[in-house]
């Protein structure tokens, strides 16, 4: 792996800590998923229980499988943060209009998913873009940047 430039200068004696605040989001993101897979499941939208609810409280289930399902896709999302922080990957240095930054890979704003505040918003909170994971996790680690920029 070619470690050139900021990315050879992390400070590895700080980067537990910002990854452990991640890794905790991840725990109470899976405890949340817990709680939510005891009081709804998937299947049960398919039983003779769920047609007889009113109109209501099919509504609330259906929207509390919903949560279920994104809950677990951020638990996986939000473990791929506090591996990129671990390893440093996602380490920025500072520069003197940006302070340093560990979490600078962003898989998903969890807080933003969660304010609804517009779809535009919601969508971008979401939206892991895959073009920046391919860039960042694979060509950045393969390019070699001892050599002149469009030769490989």
Request: glycine share 8%; aromatic share 12%; net charge positive.
């Amino acid at each position: 792996m070619n470690k050139r430039g900021g990315y050879a200068k992390i400070p590895v004696e700080k980067l537990l800590a910002p990854a452990f605040l991640r890794f905790g989001h991840m725990v109470l993101m899976l405890i949340q998923y817990v709680v939510l897979i005891r009081i709804v499941s998937v299947k049960g939208i398919l039983t003779q229980e769920w047609a007889d609810m009113h109109l209501i409280g099919r509504c609330f289930y259906a929207i509390g499988v919903v949560w279920l399902k994104l809950n677990k896709l951020m638990v996986g999302f939000i473990a791929m943060e506090a591996n990129s922080i671990a390893c440093g990957q996602g380490y920025t240095p500072a520069t003197k209009d940006k302070p340093e930054n560990f979490n600078s890979i962003r898989c998903i704003y969890v807080r933003n998913v969660y304010e609804l505040s517009s779809f535009k918003e919601d969508l971008g909170a979401w939206n892991i873009c895959v073009h920046k994971w391919l860039k960042y996790y694979v060509m950045m680690n393969l390019i070699d940047r001892t050599k002149p920029r469009g030769q490989m």
